[in-house]
């Protein structure tokens, strides 16, 4: 079965920072690309970072750019989010995804964390 | 980027009978491959979201055939044939054609009359 677990949200200051974890079982973790997705309270999905198999390729959307960054150890079969210079709009629960290939591309994200919610405030 | 845009954004239904909810892009989504680069999801209160189709039309492993993803190009339709209690929640339709980033619609809330 596969599972994805969160860990390392909480309370943190604006411009302060957090790091996100999040484990992997049940699949071959250094075959599938992962992202993370957040949603803010009340709100709907945000696609924030993916990394590719080989953590080769990465991508972040642009409100999160330039202060997280994504990572992984396919060795730990883990998957991790830094996250500096956090501002109030970052608050949300943040999902670690899989990502898995349809025609040609990662196109659909099969599978969910539990999420981790990553409160930012003064 | 493209822009998906859902609706309605909320959607009473009695058990028992059908319901749709459309999601529309600003772009196409047909690649030159012929596929559709277009997912819906399900997100049941309190849970994370869950794949229901992927490739427009295609259900994910799991998820009854009541549920029926249909579509091309910029128009696309998320059918539930008898709404069951267990249905409700909310329904994203995402893009995949344009990335990064994938774009989420503003979900759909489904109820229960």
């Known amino acids: 079965e596969v599972q994805l677990v969160e860990s390392g949200g909480g309370l943190v200051k604006p411009g302060g920072s957090l790091r996100l974890s999040c484990g992997a079982s049940g699949y071959t973790f250094k075959d599938y690309t992962m992202n993370w997705v957040r949603q803010a309270p009340g709100k709907g999905l945000e696609w924030v970072s993916s990394?590719?198999?080989?953590?080769?390729?990465?991508h972040y959307a642009d409100s999160v750019k330039g202060r997280f960054t994504i990572s992984r150890d396919n060795t730990k079969n883990s998957l991790f989010l830094q996250m500096n210079s956090l501002r109030v709009d970052d608050t949300a629960v943040y999902y670690c995804?899989?990502?898995?290939?349809?025609?040609?591309?990662?196109?659909?994200?099969?599978?969910w964390g539990q999420g981790t919610l990553v409160t930012v405030s003064s | 980027d493209i822009v998906m845009t859902q609706s309605p954004l909320s959607l009473p239904v009695t058990p028992g009978e059908p319901a749709s909810i459309s999601c529309r892009s600003s772009q196409s989504l047909l690649h030159s491959n012929g596929y559709i680069y277009l997912d819906w999801y399900l997100q049941k209160p309190g849970q994370s979201p869950q794949l229901l189709i992927y490739l427009a039309s295609n259900r994910a492993s799991g998820v009854p055939d009541r549920f029926s993803g249909s579509g091309s190009g910029t128009d696309f339709t998320l059918k539930i044939s008898r709404v069951e209690a267990e249905d409700v929640g909310v329904y994203y339709c995402?893009?995949?054609?344009?990335?990064?980033?994938?774009?989420f619609g503003q979900g759909t809330r489904l109820e229960i009359k």
């Open positions: 995402m893009q995949a054609l344009q990335i990064p980033p994938y774009s």
């Open positions: 995804v899989r990502g898995v290939s349809g025609g040609g591309r990662v196109s659909t994200f099969d599978y």
């Open positions: 990394i590719n198999s080989g953590g080769i390729y990465i």
